[in-house]
Structures are given as structure tokens and as C-alpha cells.
């Protein structure tokens, strides 16, 4: 078969790769502004919730979800329970400007007056080397046996990823906020399906530290969409300039 005879096919077949790659890149770029746009409602509905007055803890734990619950500042009483804590390690927090860590997120059971269990992270405890002795004398001195009004955030459990550590259940060192699989481990019995991030009271040591989040979520997907559509132009230019090239041999 002779080479002008090959040729149709060939330029047929990369005009269909490259109007594949084109699509799929262009795509790609449109998936980011999507991400976008979706990012920035989320941003806008947490900066609300954060900023409203905090309202009475729900009775119907059953009836909440993340999507509509996650972040509702809410107030209770409770009594902190004399059960094991579990210390959750943090490399630093996206939603708290005074937690640059590493450290430890103090975790532990409250007893609510109508004798159901609440999770609460009570704090951030500077502990670089996760050393349980020092989760222990800071966390100790919550549990007084007498009931507090505490201010916090709903927030719902993390799931491992693929690479997340395990967890060390002899030194009930966790690395992801899961209070589900830290109540099962250490017998707090039965728990919401919630935990509450603790704003205040801050103890009198300063430690565990609670305090008042923000958003800070990374919105880089911009900077992704234009990634995308410029691979998809350069590949467009590429192949303009390799048809040009074919028409002219």
C-alpha cells in the first residue's frame, strides 16, 4: 500500500486521540469549576452556622446529617465521664487559626442528664511525642464529677483512608477522629453518632486547649481549571501545527 494511501488513515486516527485527549482534559477543567462553585457554597454555609448563636443540643440525634449538621454550634451540660480518653494525633488544624500543632486532640465521654453518652474533643494538648502520661494530667483535672455548660460544634466521625495509620490501642493513640471506634475500644458504651469540638469552657491550666473555629478550606480548584484547559489548548495548538505540517508534505 502506498504512502499517500496510509496517510487519510493516519491522520484520521491521531485526530481522534487528540479530539480525545481535548475532551477529556476540557472536561476535566469543567469538573474543577464545578468543585468550585460547589466549594464556595460550602464556605458560605459553614462561615453562617459558625457565626450563629449556639441553640440547645438536639434530642433527636437520629434526624441530623453532615451535610445540614456539621458545624452547628450548639450549648449542653454534661458531666465528663471517669473513663479512659483517647488522644487523637494533629499535624495542625485547617479550622482553627491557634493550632499550628503537632499534638493531640483530647477526646472523652460525657454523661448528659438524661444519662445518655456525648463525645467531646475537649481540646488541643501540645504532646509532640504523643506521650500518654501527658494526655493524662490534662485531661484528669475535667473530670470533677460535677456537671459543666459547654459551647461546641457538631462534628461527625472521620473515616481511615487508605494510608491512614492504625490506631494504637494500648496507648489509645488514634490518628483519625473516629469517637465510634474509640467508644467500641475502650467500653464508653453506647454514644451519638456525633461528637462535640469544644469552644468553652477553657479549664483554668489552659489545657486541653478548646477554642472558637473558622474556615479555612483551600480553594485552589481555579487554579486546576486553567491547569486542565491549557493542556487542552496545547494540545490543540500541537496538533494544528502537526496537520499543517502533513497537508504541506
Known amino acids: 500500500m502506498s504512502e499517500t494511501a496510509t496517510r487519510p488513515r493516519g491522520v484520521f486516527g491521531l485526530t481522534i486521540i487528540a479530539l480525545v485527549m481535548v475532551g477529556v482534559l476540557a472536561s476535566l477543567g469543567f469538573w474543577q469549576l ?3 462553585d460547589e466549594k464556595h457554597a460550602l464556605i458560605a454555609a459553614l462561615t453562617e452556622r459558625l457565626a450563629l448563636a449556639p441553640v440547645p443540643l438536639p434530642a433527636d440525634w437520629a434526624a441530623l ?9 450548639v450549648t449542653f451540660t454534661a458531666t465528663f465521664e471517669s473513663k ?5 494525633y494533629t499535624s495542625g488544624s485547617a479550622v482553627r ?3 499550628s500543632g503537632p499534638g493531640t486532640w483530647a477526646f472523652l465521654p460525657a454523661r448528659l442528664p438524661d444519662g445518655r453518652t456525648i463525645v467531646v474533643n475537649a481540646g488541643f494538648v501540645p504532646n509532640t511525642m504523643q506521650d500518654r502520661a501527658q494526655e493524662d494530667r490534662a ?16 462534628r461527625f466521625p472521620e473515616m481511615p ?38 469552644e468553652a469552657p477553657v479549664p483554668a491550666s489552659g489545657v486541653p486547649k478548646p477554642g472558637p473555629l473558622q474556615v479555612h478550606l483551600r480553594d485552589n480548584h481555579m487554579q486546576y481549571a486553567i491547569t486542565w484547559f491549557g493542556l487542552a489548548l496545547v494540545v490543540l495548538i500541537a496538533f494544528g501545527f502537526w496537520l499543517v505540517g502533513q497537508r504541506r508534505a
Do not use: C
Open 65 to 73: 446529617n453532615p451535610p445540614r449538621d456539621e458545624f452547628r454550634r
Open 84 to 88: 479512659p480518653d483517647v488522644m487523637v
Open 34 to 36: 464545578q468543585r468550585r
Open 161 to 198: 483512608g487508605l494510608f491512614s495509620a492504625h490506631e494504637d490501642r494500648a496507648k489509645r493513640l488514634w490518628f483519625v477522629r473516629d469517637h465510634l471506634a474509640m467508644s467500641e475500644a475502650n467500653a464508653w458504651g453506647a454514644t451519638s453518632p456525633f461528637y462535640v469540638d469544644l
Open 97 to 99: 487559626e491557634d493550632v
Open 139 to 154: 485531661v484528669t483535672p475535667l473530670i470533677t464529677g460535677a456537671p459543666v455548660i459547654l459551647t461546641g460544634y457538631l
